[in-house]
């Protein structure tokens, strides 16, 4: 990353040579999805233990409304758009489309952090049907719960999912004289892109973090470094994301496992060996019981989606296809960033500006210099992130670099001053400048931590009297009123019934024809070479 005292030479002179080739002119072509996950509730707040409804069709081969852990927790996925304003009212179609089909009452939960949990049985386990590859998705859940616990899996984030367009890249590759094929060229480039985002995930978390108080509820027969906020509230003054701290989806048998983000090879060998090597406590549980699967494996990864990471570099499978087996064979196609909270503040959760942002942060990490991580770096980024979910705004606040520690404050400036002209390219033939003023917005809330997310929530919890749980359910009600008030074009309203209709079907024909047992099924996937 950029080094205290040292010239933001690189990305401007690749800015530079990129606008000359008229490359610069194509970074504004990028493509950008969502995928947004909620929790379904009662009208009461609690978390529902109905069906996946459904009139929203099949979670299992829908190919934008599925679930995610659990039956109760919807995931909401758009196609990619050039206009990120396509892409959030897609999305915000796709919220309309599930309110209108939800039973009576229910409505979504607008927070990231789940409340009024009970235990974690009252978590009902996402299910996809009696076919081969339904099962396999319900097991790998019954795993997670075995080894996590269901409560973790609840909880709610938004992914961004970006690609540069592929006319870029030719243009790119000539800049920078690299002779060899272009898939290795962008698979090289997107590996850069990939260990600089998770150098500076910290950023996202200290911007955009929604979740610094939880419910009391949620961490119910668990000792916490938390404060009472109210009698039914736990939160860190300073907190920002308490979903990314180690309360969350993280778990000490991941933290040691070492995955490479060198290049592609390296990347999938190590996820491949930590899905093929045994770990006792995973053993002790076993893989079945009284019959029935309680696990996929006894390993340390059942599958490639247990790793946890804030960014992911994908390929889109096809049908029964490993993620791994994906990424060798046709490369890196887009990355996933997963960094997000629910923006508590808008219905969909998740606003323009956070994306315009992120697309410009995402192309500055692919021009910056990327060495690769090494140990002792890793450590390094794993504190930063706890550090900043946990205390991101405390005054003075430092963090790691390679070369030694360094303000918060003073990095985040100095990255900010480094994107402005990648916003401004991307300006171009926008209409208000929108790229700039999403990078001025972050700016305005580095002067004035008040602006953030975080501080703002909890400004609202104690303006408002409200314990979290209270406040969450008002704020989920009033979302859930807007949505009743918004209505479909009648042609986009007929477009989604008919993708359910379709895909309830695509699942009654996986049922019919399915040959073969579950166990040989599972042999099989496994098999799969590299």
């Given at each position: 990353?950029?080094?205290?005292?040292?010239?933001?030479?690189?990305?401007?002179?690749?800015?530079?040579?990129?606008?000359?080739?008229?490359?610069?002119?194509?970074?504004?072509?990028g493509?950008?999805?969502?995928?947004?996950?909620?929790?379904?509730?009662?009208?009461?707040?609690?978390?529902?233990t109905?069906d996946?409804?459904?009139a929203?069709?099949?979670a299992?081969?829908?190919?934008?409304?599925?679930?995610?852990?659990?039956?109760?927790?919807?995931?909401?996925?758009?196609?990619?758009?050039?206009?990120?304003?396509?892409?959030?009212?897609?999305?915000?179609d796709?919220?309309?489309?599930?309110y209108?089909?939800l039973?009576?009452?229910?409505?979504?939960?607008?927070?990231?952090?789940p409340?009024?949990?009970?235990?974690?049985?009252?978590?009902?386990?996402?299910?996809?049907?009696?076919?081969?590859?339904?099962?396999?998705?319900?097991?790998?859940?019954?795993g997670?719960?075995?080894?996590?616990?269901?409560?973790?899996q609840?909880?709610?984030?938004?992914h961004?999912?970006?690609s540069?367009?592929?006319?870029?890249?030719?243009?790119?590759q000539?800049?920078?004289?690299?002779?060899?094929?272009?898939?290795e060229f962008?698979?090289?480039?997107?590996?850069?892109l990939?260990?600089?985002?998770?150098?500076?995930?910290?950023?996202?978390?200290?911007?955009?973090?929604?979740?610094?108080?939880?419910?009391?509820?949620?961490?119910?027969?668990?000792?916490?470094?938390?404060?009472?906020?109210?009698?039914?509230?736990?939160?860190?003054?300073?907190?920002?994301?308490?979903?990314?701290?180690?309360?969350?989806?993280?778990?000490?048998?991941?933290?040691?496992?070492?995955?490479s983000y060198?290049?592609?090879?390296?990347?999938?060998?190590?996820?491949?060996?930590?899905?093929?090597?045994?770990?006792?406590?995973?053993?002790?549980?076993g893989?079945?019981?009284?019959?029935?699967?309680?696990q996929?494996?006894?390993?340390?990864?059942q599958?490639?989606?247990?790793?946890?990471?804030?960014v992911?570099?994908?390929?889109?499978?096809h049908?029964?296809e490993?993620?791994t087996?994906?990424?060798?064979?046709?490369?890196?196609?887009?990355?996933e960033?997963?960094?997000?909270?629910?923006?508590?503040?808008?219905?969909?959760?998740?606003?323009?500006?956070?994306?315009?942002?992120?697309?410009?942060?995402?192309?500055?990490?692919?021009?910056?210099?990327?060495?690769?991580?090494?140990?002792?770096?890793?450590?390094?980024?794993?504190?930063n992130?706890?550090?900043?979910?946990?205390?991101?705004?405390?005054?003075?606040?430092?963090?790691?670099?390679?070369?030694?520690?360094?303000?918060?404050?003073?990095?985040?400036?100095?990255?900010?001053?480094?994107?402005?002209?990648?916003?401004?390219?991307?300006?171009?033939?926008?209409?208000?400048?929108?790229?700039q003023?999403a990078?001025?917005?972050?700016?305005?809330?580095?002067?004035?931590?008040?602006?953030?997310?975080?501080a703002?929530?909890?400004?609202?919890?104690?303006?408002?009297?409200?314990?979290?749980?209270?406040?969450?359910?008002?704020?989920?009600?009033?979302?859930?009123?807007?949505?009743d008030?918004?209505?479909?074009?009648?042609?986009?309203?007929?477009?989604?019934?008919?993708?359910?209709?379709?895909s309830?079907?695509?699942?009654?024909?996986?049922?019919?024809?399915?040959?073969?047992?579950?166990?040989?099924?599972?042999?099989d996937?496994?098999?799969?070479?590299?």
């Open positions: 990353m950029t080094l205290p005292g040292r010239p933001r030479f690189l990305v401007e002179e690749r800015l530079r040579r990129l606008d000359l080739a008229g490359g610069a002119a194509l970074l504004a072509g493509m950008k999805g969502l995928e947004k996950e909620s929790l379904r509730v009662t009208p009461d707040g609690s978390i529902a109905s996946h409804p459904r929203l069709g099949s299992l081969t829908h190919p934008h409304i599925t679930t995610d852990y659990s039956e109760a927790l919807p995931e909401l996925i758009t196609p990619p758009f050039v206009d990120v304003r396509d892409t959030l009212n897609f999305m915000h796709l919220h309309k489309f599930v209108d089909n039973d009576d009452g229910e409505m979504l939960w607008a927070a990231s952090m409340c009024a949990v009970s235990d974690d049985a009252a978590i009902r386990i996402a299910e996809y049907g009696s076919s081969n590859i339904g099962r396999m998705k319900h097991v790998y859940r019954v997670l719960d075995y080894r996590y616990g269901r409560r973790m609840a909880i709610a984030g938004v961004f999912n970006y540069l367009p592929q006319e870029f890249w030719p243009v790119y000539d800049e920078e004289e690299d002779a060899g094929q272009l898939r962008i698979d090289e480039s997107c590996f850069a990939v260990r600089n985002f998770k150098r500076l995930a910290w950023l996202v978390l200290y911007l955009f973090g929604h979740s610094p108080a939880v419910c009391k509820s949620f961490l119910a027969g668990r000792t916490t470094r938390f404060k009472p906020l109210d009698p039914s509230t736990f939160h860190l003054p300073y907190a920002t994301s308490l979903r990314m701290s180690d309360i969350g989806y993280k778990n000490k048998n991941q933290a040691s496992l070492e995955i060198d290049d592609v090879d390296e990347y999938v060998e190590s996820l491949v060996r930590a899905i093929e090597t045994p770990y006792p406590e995973y053993e002790a549980i893989i079945k019981d009284n019959g029935n699967y309680i996929l494996n006894t390993n340390t990864l599958i490639e989606n247990e790793y946890y990471s804030l992911r570099p994908k390929r889109t499978t049908p029964g490993k993620p087996v994906a990424l060798c064979r046709r490369g890196v196609e887009y990355i960033v997963r960094a997000l909270d629910l923006n508590f503040d808008t219905p969909i959760g998740v606003g323009e500006q956070q994306l315009r942002f992120l697309e410009a942060m995402l192309i500055y990490c692919m021009l910056e210099h990327s060495p690769s991580i090494d140990p002792e770096e890793q450590r390094g980024i794993n504190y992130e706890l550090t900043v979910a946990l205390r991101g705004r405390e005054p003075g606040l430092e963090l790691i670099t390679r070369h030694g520690n360094r303000s918060l404050r003073e990095w985040t400036a100095e990255i900010l001053d480094t994107m402005a002209p990648i916003c401004e390219y991307l300006d171009a033939g926008e209409q208000g400048q929108p790229y003023a990078l001025s917005a972050q700016r305005a809330a580095l002067d004035d931590q008040n602006r953030l997310a975080s703002r929530m909890l400004r609202q919890i104690g303006e408002s009297g409200l314990p979290f749980a209270k406040l969450a359910f008002q704020r989920s009600t009033e979302f859930q009123e807007y949505f008030g918004e209505s479909l074009r009648m042609k986009t309203a007929a477009e989604f019934q008919a993708m359910a209709r379709q309830l079907d695509e699942q009654a024909k996986l049922e019919a024809n399915d040959s073969g047992s579950f166990e040989e099924y599972l042999e996937y496994f098999k799969v070479s590299y």
